[in-house]
């Protein structure tokens, strides 16, 4: 099974005058080492690499990393968004900022952002399909400790009003050895702000929220919620769970578990949608008996809790501070809870998952009694 390869390849290196610590906030001078490419995006790529600062001497003990460099063309509205949410943040769960720098390529003369990150070993979508190529899924224990961090992240985010918008697979990375999860790809981010209008067109085709699909513009950090349950049935299923071939076909395939959408749902969402609502029901059977069938391999309380995470409203999708106390994740609150990552022999104790920052509690609220360990 396969994450990449740790060994670093050959390195080009060059000096850039001035590269801030976002910790800091401080600029200085240091010496960038990339290495081999990671990650392709539409925007840009992401490269391993080192640093370390000028002055200090080439030895090993000087450089820093290795760390993940997104490079994006700066200097557009949509991706400087991205350098500003990673600013704001700071959480387990979310990957974090480094440093970040401007250059200038020579090749074709644009001025680019580099994002220099904390770099993790995989992602969530090479994990599924690691597992897939051996007809497997997932071990049970894995899929709640990485639901519950995503859905960690997304309490954080929330609670600020920062709507990730393009949650899937491969912008949520993992370590396999450690089962740690980050979210990553900040690249779509945005602060809704309550009644004001954003984009619909936005969020990869098999994880938008129908809403979107129906042109919805004024919709809420529930989009994320609706990603969230794609991405957990996607590891049960081990293939992702509505794979339209359009737009359109996209609203097709989650009406044939959810049934058509209903007449106010679509209104209330866009008034003037005038595309195909697949309003003829494709089964007889009811919704329970369809989840049941769809995810015949999860147990009774997983799909509890996907039948209330994927619904067409997105006022009735639990917040991520109920999912996490969803019982789906009684198990990890045991003090004796105990997670194998593959190729260890070695278990792992998950009590650090319920180690709260306070400003986590504030947002948890009363909740904070049902996340309890024991
Ligand atoms: N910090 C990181 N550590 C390790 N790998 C990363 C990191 N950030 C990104 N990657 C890898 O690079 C890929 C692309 O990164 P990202 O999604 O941020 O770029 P993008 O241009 O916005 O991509 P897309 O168009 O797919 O949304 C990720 O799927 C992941 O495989």
Not at 178 to 183: A, D, E, G, R, S
Not at 279 to 292: D, G, H, N, Q, V
Not at 305 to 327: A, G, K
Not at 334 to 353: A, G, I, M, Q
Request: proline share 7%; aromatic share 10%; with cysteine.
């Amino acid at each position: 099974m396969s994450s990449r390869p740790a060994q670093l390849p050959q390195a080009t290196a060059y000096t850039m005058d001035s590269v801030t610590d976002n910790h800091t906030g401080l600029s200085s001078p240091m010496v960038v080492k990339e290495y081999n490419e990671i990650g392709k995006g539409a925007f840009g790529t992401v490269v391993q690499a080192k640093l370390k600062f000028d002055s200090a001497p080439d030895t090993p003990d000087s450089w820093y990393g290795p760390f993940a460099i997104k490079r994006v063309p700066a200097q557009t509205e949509y991706k400087s968004r991205e350098l500003e949410t990673l600013r704001a943040v700071n959480h387990p769960n979310v990957i974090q900022l480094k440093y970040f720098f401007d250059k200038l390529d020579p090749r074709d003369n644009i001025v680019y952002q580099n994002l220099v990150m904390e770099c993790l070993p995989s992602t969530l979508q090479i994990e599924i399909k690691n597992y897939r190529v051996h007809q497997l899924i997932l071990p049970l224990s894995h899929i709640k400790v990485y639901s519950y961090q995503i859905a960690r992240a997304m309490m954080y985010l929330h609670a600020q009003g920062i709507c990730h918008r393009d949650i899937k697979p491969s912008n949520i990375l993992i370590d396999p050895k450690t089962l740690v999860l980050k979210i990553c790809d900040f690249g779509s981010a945005k602060k809704l702000e309550p009644n004001a209008p954003s984009v619909s067109y936005i969020c990869s085709r098999f994880y938008r929220a129908p809403e979107l699909i129906v042109g919805c513009q004024i919709y809420s950090t529930k989009i994320d919620i609706w990603g969230l349950g794609c991405v957990i049935a996607e590891m049960f299923l081990g293939r992702a769970i509505f794979q339209g071939e359009d737009p359109y076909l996209q609203l097709r395939e989650i009406s044939k578990l959810l049934g058509p959408p209903g007449k106010e749902f679509v209104y209330r969402s866009n008034p003037g949608y005038d595309g195909p609502t697949y309003s003829t029901k494709l089964f007889s059977s009811s919704i329970p008996t369809r989840f049941a069938k769809v995810f015949n391999n999860a147990s009774t309380d997983a799909v509890d809790l996907l039948m209330h995470v994927l619904v067409y409203e997105p006022e009735l999708r639990p917040t991520p501070r109920r999912i996490m106390c969803h019982q789906f994740f009684d198990d990890l609150k045991n003090r004796e809870f105990r997670v194998r990552p593959r190729n260890r022999t070695d278990e792992l104790s998950v009590e650090h998952l319920f180690r709260f920052s306070d400003y986590e509690l504030q947002v948890l609220g009363s909740l904070t009694s049902h996340l309890q360990l024991y």
